[in-house]
């Protein structure tokens, strides 16, 4: 009970909804117009991503910095919220949209790797005292999810989004992405001095 009431008047829910709506309206335009897949997904996943790395923006961190609970029960906490965007990302890959034929399981982990990342990140910025992660963190993996699309074609790359199934490189790529982020995950979680 005290989770919920803490989490109502401490997560900045009209920029974390936003981010959501807006990746709900991404698969709305996919749906329309599923010819635009390989630019609407990743900013599909971009919004998503940045929607978790404001579930750890702390307006009163001074305040709450000295309660009883302390911050690792606070950060917990607010972890189990980067779960609504992960969920929208499920969604969006569960509908698919305009009939795609996505590999369902290969762009759920491109998705989980880059949300649990930006959660991880963004927690372990507040495990380091930054009160409001969220804006430098959604904007850094806002960039690096959309990077690939534009970046790629130039220097002739390949894609490293599962375009017609994983790559070995591409599948050993986006493991290593999940494992650093349930990896920065744990080292935020972790009680620091005096919390």
Known sequence: MLVGWYLRRAIPWMVLLGCCAGACVL???????PSTALVMLPALLASCAAAAAFCFDEAALEVVAVTPRGSTWRRTARLGVAGLPLLVWSGAIVVRPGDLPLDRAAWWLVGFASIVLTAGIAALLSHRAVPAPG?????????????????????????????????AGVLSFWLAVA?????????????????
């Open 179 to 195: 494992g650093t982020g349930a990896l920065v995950c744990v080292a935020a979680l972790r009680p620091g001095v005096g919390n």
């Open 135 to 167: 804006s430098t963190v959604a904007t850094a993996a806002a960039l690096a999810a959309i990077s690939p699309v534009v970046v790629a074609p130039f220097f002739g790359w390949g894609s490293l989004y599962p375009v017609g199934g994983f790559g």
């Open 27 to 33: 698969v709305l335009a996919l749906d329309r117009w």
